[in-house]
T-cell receptor, first 114, second 115 residues
Framework: EADIYQTPRYLVIGTGKKITLECSQT?????MYWYQQDPGMELHLIHY???????EKGDLSSESTVSRIRTEHFPLTLESARPSHTSQYLC?????????????FGPGTRLLVL | AQKITQTQPGMFVQEKEAVTLDCTYD???????LFWYKQPSSGEMIFLIY??????QNATEGRYSLNFQKARKSANLVISASQLGDSAMYFC????????????FGTGTSLTVIP
């Protein structure tokens, strides 16, 4: 059973606001990921991390930023939200080695920017 | 080239029947992993089943089985005895090496189970 949490689950916010999407996992996984997904569409990797103080941009260009100060915590920040940021954001984590590398996902945050 | 191809945008199946969701992959690595995830309308991604490239037996998890045909580079998901709760999007994914930094996801197949 995967233990990965995301808050908030739903967020409606006005253009220009700064937002932080929280993601925490209690499995001690080294690797964490952020994906962006429009309804019914494929997932796009926007950020990932191998471990503390390690962050990389993914395939999809994103105006968001991430940090990894603690193993269990991988927040995503949008400095100035725009309607084009409206989407679902999924956080995931996996073990780095010695396993299948299965990614386990949080419940997601649905963001609506007005 | 697409790493993961799911050619069925939508599928319908009668309740209690079996259904196969297709997935083909593209890799030149010898070591890779294949995964299936379920995404209900609530949005969360639920891990269903994993197949390693060196596994000789097809993976099974309850009503889910993965039909792994290495030479054809296919990893189809078979759901037996479909239930109404199986209605969801299903995503096939691949990790290329044990230290691969990302997954490759397919575009998904929407499955509807008809009562």
């Amino acid at each position: 059973e995967a233990d990965i949490y995301q808050t908030p689950r739903y967020l409606v916010i006005g253009t220009g606001k700064k937002i932080t999407l929280e993601c925490s996992q209690t499995m001690g996984h080294d690797k964490m990921y952020w994906y962006q997904q429009d309804p019914g569409m494929e997932l796009h990797l926007i950020h990932y991390s191998y471990g503390v103080n390690s962050t990389e941009k993914g395939d999809l260009s994103s105006e968001s930023t991430v940090s990894r100060i603690r193993t269990e915590h991988f927040p995503l920040t949008l400095e100035s939200a725009r309607p084009s940021h409206t989407s679902q954001y999924l956080c995931a984590s996996s073990e780095y080695r010695g396993s299948s590398g299965t990614q386990y996902f949080g419940p997601g945050t649905r963001l609506l920017v007005l | 080239a697409q790493k993961i191809t799911q050619t069925q945008p939508g599928m319908f199946v009668q309740e209690k029947e079996a259904v196969t969701l297709d997935c083909t992959y593209d890799t030149s690595d010898q070591s890779y992993g294949l995964f299936w995830y379920k995404q209900p309308s609530s949005g969360e991604m639920i891990f269903l089943i994993y197949q390693g490239s060196y596994d000789e037996q097809n993976a099974t998890e309850g009503r889910y089985s993965l039909n792994f045909q290495k030479a054809r580079k296919s990893a189809n998901l078979v759901i037996s005895a479909s239930q109404l709760g199986d209605s969801a999007m299903y995503f096939c994914a691949m990790r290329e090496t044990p230290t691969g930094n990302q997954f490759y996801f397919g575009t998904g197949t929407s499955l509807t189970v008809i009562p």
